[in-house]
């Protein structure tokens, strides 16, 4: 898959909208093993939701929480300018709108496919 990433390589773009990108100075195998983590709490989520299990829910969420937040994706910034977190906001709404308008639409409508 082609993901969009900001030039500062601080977030990719979904449908128009910033995802904050995982922490570029973890090792490897931590990033790794927070992958992990976050793919089996992803799990746990469903099958808490399709068993109706309240307490596997407030469990399976707290650790997708926890694996995003070990990964940068969550809670304070990994980066140290002081620039503001536009996590999960439309791009057009931010000061990467002009670098998004000027991408050309064949390299947009190409993003997200495999």
Do not use: C
Request: charged residues 30%.
């Amino acid at each position: 898959m082609h993901l969009l990433e900001t030039p500062d390589g601080r977030y990719i773009v979904v449908h128009g909208r910033l995802w904050r990108r995982h922490r570029p100075d973890l090792e490897p195998v931590e990033r790794d093993r927070l992958v992990r983590a976050l793919i089996e709490a992803r799990r746990a989520l469903r099958a808490g939701r399709r068993s109706g299990n309240p307490a596997a829910i407030a469990a399976a969420t707290a650790a997708v929480d926890a694996a995003k937040r070990g990964l940068g994706e969550r809670g304070p910034v990994w980066w140290t300018d002081s620039t503001p977190d536009f996590d999960r906001r439309l791009i057009r709404h931010t000061f990467y709108a002009a670098w998004y308008q000027a991408l050309s639409g064949p390299e947009k409508s190409m993003l997200g496919r495999r």
